[in-house]
Nanobody, 125 residues
Framework: VQLQASGGGLVQPGGALRLSCAAS????????IAWFRQVPGKEREGVAC????????YWADSVKGRFTISRDNAKNTVYLEMNSLKPEDTALYYC???????????????????WGQGTQVTVSS
């Protein structure tokens, strides 16, 4: 099981980015895939989760209405579309899976076994 996160970069406030999480070694459409983010000195935070069954979850209240999680099953990839970016969205973003179908109610880091390497998102003017 491998996950590769990409798509981060430097963007101005109000801008947009699309992060990609490419899965290998398993078929991601059958499992929940989540995005987390972490700022140095702070705990890793659950952002959103793409369920394989019952709908997506957006754990972080601050991203609701601005971020959208989606899948391209043909590419074995999950995306995190981020719009109206704010400086407080600056973080290292990770994708993860625990090889279960459903998203957890909360973005618990301890529940996820497999992690991508992270992609840096910096929102700054």
């Amino acid at each position: 099981v491998q996950l590769q996160a990409s798509g981060g970069g430097l963007v101005q406030p109000g801008g947009a980015l699309r992060l990609s999480c490419a899965a290998s070694g398993f078929t991601s459409e059958y499992y929940a895939i989540a995005w987390f983010r972490q700022v140095p000195g702070k705990e890793r935070e659950g952002v959103a989760c793409a369920s394989a069954s019952d709908g997506n979850r957006y754990w972080a209240d601050s991203v609701k209405g601005r971020f959208t999680i989606s899948r391209d099953n043909a590419k074995n990839t999950v995306y995190l579309e981020m719009n109206s970016l704010k400086p407080e969205d600056t973080a290292l973003y990770y994708c993860a899976t625990n090889l279960v179908v459903y998203c957890l109610t909360y973005g618990s880091v301890a529940a996820y076994e497999y992690w991508g390497q992270g992609t840096q998102v910096t929102v700054s003017s």
